[in-house]
C-alpha cells in the first residue's frame, strides 16, 4: 500500500510539473505587451518579471517533491536570489553597484556550478573539488572588500576561468553519457560568455542588454539541468518501484507451491493467488467459498497408517475432482485445457469457491445442488488392502460482502463447517453473529489482561462454618469480575476466559498473595483460620508453583499448613500423573488438598482411594424438597454418606437458603458454604466479619 501511495504521488507532483512549467508563459506575454505599451519598462525590470514567473512554479513543485526526491531546491532558490540582485543592481544602485554585482554573479556562477555537480557520481575528488570551488568563491568576496589595491575586475576573470576549468575537470572525471555531456558543456561556455559580458560591461566596452541576456540564459541553462536531474529521478524512482513490485511477484509466485504433493490439487496458496488475479479482473463479482473435509478419516490414519492413508485420500480426491471438472460455476484454479476446480487447504479440509455471477438461481439452492454432486461422488466403500470404509462429506460455506477478501472469506467458510461438525449439520452456513461473539470474547480476555495487569480483580472471601456448633471453620477467596459491558461472568465463564487469554497463571499467583496477605490480617487480629483456593486448569499444574507458595508463606510470616489448595476433579482425571506430582509437592509443604465438585464417578473413586486427600467439596444445591429434583437429592445423599464412611471432611458448596441447610443437616452434613451463610465480602472487611461473627456467637 505504502509503494502504490508513493507512485500514486510521484505521477501526480510529475504532471504538475509539466502544468507548472507553463504558468510563467501569461506573464511572459503580459511583461512582452506592458514592454510595447510602456516605454519607460527597462530590459532589466523586463527580465526580473521573467524570472520570477519561472522560477516561484518551480520552487514550489521543489518543496512539493522534497518528501519523495532528495531535491537540491536551495540551489534554485539562490540561484534566483543572486541573479534577482544583479538585476537590482543595474537598475537600482550606483554607489555600491559593482561590489553587488561582483559578488551575486559570483555567487550566481557557484550555484549554478554546484547544481550542476549533484546530478555526477560523487567521489572524493568530486567533493575535494566542490569545496576548492566554494573556497574560491569565498575567496573572491573577501579580496572584493579588503584587497583594494589588487584589480579585482581582472580577479573576476580569473575567478571564472578557475571555476570553469574545475567543474570541466569534474565532469570529464566523472565520464556521463553523451546527453549529459552535451548539456554541461552548454551550461559552462554561458557560464563562461557570462562572465566575459560582466568584465566588458564594467570596463564600459559591452552593452548591458549582453550582459543581462547571457545572464538570464545562464539562468535557463542552470534551470534545465537541474530538473533534467530530477525527472531522471523520478523515472529512476519508478522504474525502482517496477522493479520491486515485479521481484515481490515473482518472489511470492516462486514460492507458491503448484500442487499438493498428496493429492495433485493445487495449495492453498496458488489458490489464493489465482482468485486474487480473478477479482482483478471481476472486482463485482460475489463469490461463495465451500470448504468441505470427509469426517471419517481419522481412523484411516490409525488403521493404514499415513503412508497408506495418504494413497486413499488421493483416490478420494480423483473421485471429487472428477466430478465437479465441468462444472463451470466453479473457479477453475488451473488452465482452461486441464480445468481443477478443488483446492487442498490444511489437514483434511478442501475448497471450492462458486461464482454466482454465473448463476441466475438463488445462492443456498446452488450451493445445495453442488454439495450434493459431491457426496454423490464419493464411492459408497472405498477399499484397500482388505479395509473398506464409508466416507461422510461435511461443508461449511461464505458468502461475500462487498469488501471481497478471500482468505477472510476462507476462514468465515471453514469456521462454518467447524459449527457444522459440532452441530451434526450436512452444510452449515457462515453465521456473521459468530464473528461478532469472537469479537466480544476477545475483548473480555483484553479486558482481563489489563486488569491482572494492573491488579484491578475483585477478590471475595466465601465464609465456611460448621452449621452444628456455628463455628468459623475458614474462607474460600473467589473472583468477581465484570466484562467490558458491565456483566458479571459465573465461575465458570470467568474460568474459560481466563484459560484462552493465556494469563490464568499470572492470575493465580495473584491470588495465593491475596490468600497469605487474607491469612496474615487474621493471624494480627487473633483469629487464625484456613483459606481456600481453587486451581481449576490443568495449566497451573506447574512445578514452580510450589516455590512460589513457600516463598509468599515466609514473605508474610504464616506457616502454609492455613493454606487449602482445592484442585477440581476434572482436572485430577485428565492430568492424573502431573496431580499427583503436584500434590506430592504440596503436601511435602504440609499444605492441605481439597477436592472441588466432586461427582462420584468411579474414576474419582479410584482415584480419591489412591490419593490421601483432606477435603472433598460437594455441591449440594439439589437439596431441596422439589418433587422432580427427589432422583438428585438421593444421588446428593448417597454421595454424602459415601464419603463419610471413608471418613473424610465434606464441605457443602451451594447452601443457599435455610431449607437445603436443613436437608443437608439431616443427611449428616456439618460443613457448608453459600449464600445462606455470606454472598461473599471483600478481602479487607474479611476479618471486620470474622471478628463480628465470633463475638455474636459468645452472646
Not at 188 to 212: D, E, P
Not at 319 to 344: A, G, H, K, Y
Request: hydrophobic share 45%.
Amino acid at each position: 500500500m505504502h509503494k502504490r501511495t508513493l507512485r500514486f504521488r510521484v505521477v501526480i507532483k510529475q504532471l504538475w510539473l509539466v502544468v507548472s512549467s507553463f504558468l510563467f508563459v501569461p506573464h511572459f506575454v503580459f511583461a512582452a505587451n506592458q514592454l510595447e505599451s510602456l516605454p519607460t519598462y527597462s530590459f532589466a525590470e523586463f527580465n526580473i518579471a521573467f524570472v520570477l514567473g519561472l522560477s516561484l512554479p518551480l520552487l514550489i513543485i521543489m518543496a512539493l517533491l522534497k518528501p519523495v526526491l532528495r531535491v537540491k531546491w536551495r540551489f534554485l532558490a539562490l540561484l534566483t536570489l543572486s541573479l534577482l540582485m544583479q538585476f537590482f543592481a543595474f537598475t537600482s544602485l550606483s554607489q555600491w553597484q559593482t561590489p553587488t554585482l561582483l559578488i551575486s554573479g559570483a555567487v550566481f556562477v557557484l550555484s549554478a556550478f554546484l547544481w550542476l555537480q549533484t546530478s555526477l557520481s560523487q567521489n572524493v575528488i568530486t567533493k575535494i573539488l566542490t569545496w576548492v570551488m566554494v573556497g574560491a568563491c569565498v575567496a573572491f568576496i573577501c579580496s572584493v572588500f579588503w584587497l583594494r589595491e589588487v584589480d579585482v575586475f581582472q580577479l573576476w576573470l580569473v575567478f571564472i576561468g578557475s571555476l570553469v576549468l574545475l567543474t570541466g575537470f569534474t565532469a570529464y572525471h566523472s565520464r556521463v553519457n553523451q546527453t549529459a555531456n552535451r548539456r554541461m558543456t552548454i551550461l559552462i561556455i554561458s557560464v563562461a560568455f557570462y562572465g566575459v559580458a560582466l568584465y566588458l560591461w564594467l570596463n564600459v566596452q559591452a552593452s548591458i542588454v549582453w550582459v543581462l541576456s547571457l545572464s538570464v540564459l545562464s539562468y535557463l541553462f542552470a534551470i534545465v539541468n537541474g530538473c533534467w536531474g530530477i525527472v531522471e529521478a523520478i523515472q529512476h524512482q519508478l522504474t525502482t518501484l517496477t522493479i520491486e513490485s515485479e521481484r515481490e511477484s515473482n518472489k511470492f509466485e516462486a514460492s507458491v507451491v503448484p500442487l499438493d504433493p498428496i493429492t495433485n490439487l493445487p495449495s492453498y496458496q496458488q489458490s489464493l493467488l489465482r482468485l486474487k488475479r480473478i477479482v482483478s479482473n471481476k472486482p463485482d463479482s460475489q463469490f461463495v467459498a465451500i470448504v468441505f473435509k470427509p469426517l471419517n478419516f481419522y481412523q484411516v490414519n490409525k488403521v493404514l497408517g499415513h503412508q497408506n492413508s495418504d494413497i486413499l485420500l488421493l483416490q478420494l480426491a480423483f473421485n471429487l475432482q472428477q466430478s465437479v471438472c465441468d462444472e463451470q460455476l466453479l473457479v477453475n484454479f488451473n488452465d482452461e485445457s486441464t480445468p481443477v476446480r478443488i483446492s487442498r487447504l490444511q489437514g483434511l479440509d478442501f475448497l471450492i469457491v462458486l461464482d454466482t455471477r454465473l448463476s441466475n438461481h438463488p445462492v443456498k439452492i446452488v450451493v445445495e445442488d453442488i454439495c450434493q454432486k459431491l457426496v454423490t461422488a464419493v464411492p459408497q466403500a472405498m477399499s484397500f488392502k482388505s479395509f473398506s470404509l464409508n466416507f461422510e462429506l461435511a461443508f461449511g460455506a461464505a458468502i461475500s460482502d462487498d469488501k471481497l477478501d478471500f482468505e477472510q472469506l476462507i476462514a468465515h467458510a471453514s469456521d462454518a463447517l467447524l459449527s457444522g461438525e459440532n452441530q451434526d449439520e450436512r452444510v452449515s452456513y457462515f453465521n456473521p453473529q459468530a464473528a461478532v461473539y469472537t469479537e466480544r470474547h476477545l475483548a473480555k480476555m483484553e479486558k482481563l489482561k489489563q486488569d491482572i495487569i494492573h491488579q484491578r480483580i475483585n477478590w471475595l472471601a466465601q465464609p465456611q462454618i460448621s452449621l452444628l456448633d456455628k463455628q468459623f471453620k475458614g474462607f474460600e477467596l473467589t473472583i468477581e469480575w465484570q466484562d467490558s459491558d458491565g456483566v458479571r461472568l459465573s465461575t465458570d465463564e470467568f474460568n474459560e476466559i481466563a484459560e484462552f487469554s493465556g494469563e490464568i497463571y499470572q492470575l493465580t499467583k495473584q491470588m495465593i498473595t491475596q490468600a497469605f496477605e487474607l491469612l496474615s490480617n487474621m493471624h494480627r487480629s487473633g483469629m487464625p483460620a484456613y483459606v481456600a483456593i481453587n486451581l481449576s486448569s490443568k495449566d497451573l499444574l506447574e512445578t514452580e508453583l510450589t516455590d512460589f507458595i513457600e516463598q509468599q508463606a515466609k514473605t508474610v510470616s504464616v506457616s502454609v499448613e492455613y493454606l487449602i489448595i482445592e484442585l477440581s476433579e476434572q482436572v485430577l482425571l485428565d492430568s492424573a500423573f502431573r496431580a499427583r506430582m503436584m500434590i506430592d509437592q504440596l503436601k511435602a509443604l504440609g499444605i492441605k488438598i481439597s477436592i472441588d465438585n466432586f461427582s462420584g464417578s468411579y474414576e474419582a473413586l479410584r482415584y480419591l482411594r489412591r490419593t490421601a486427600i483432606q477435603q472433598v467439596k460437594i455441591d449440594c444445591a439439589l437439596l431441596n424438597n422439589q418433587q422432580n429434583d427427589q432422583s438428585e437429592k438421593t444421588i446428593v445423599n448417597a454421595l454424602i454418606n459415601l464419603i463419610r464412611k471413608m471418613e473424610i471432611p465434606i464441605v457443602a458448596v451451594g447452601i443457599n437458603n435455610r431449607e437445603i441447610e436443613k436437608s443437608y443437616l439431616a443427611i449428616g452434613g456439618d460443613i457448608a458454604q453459600g449464600q445462606s451463610i455470606h454472598q461473599g465480602l471483600s478481602v479487607d472487611d474479611a476479618p471486620k466479619w470474622l471478628a463480628h461473627w465470633q463475638k455474636q456467637q459468645c452472646n
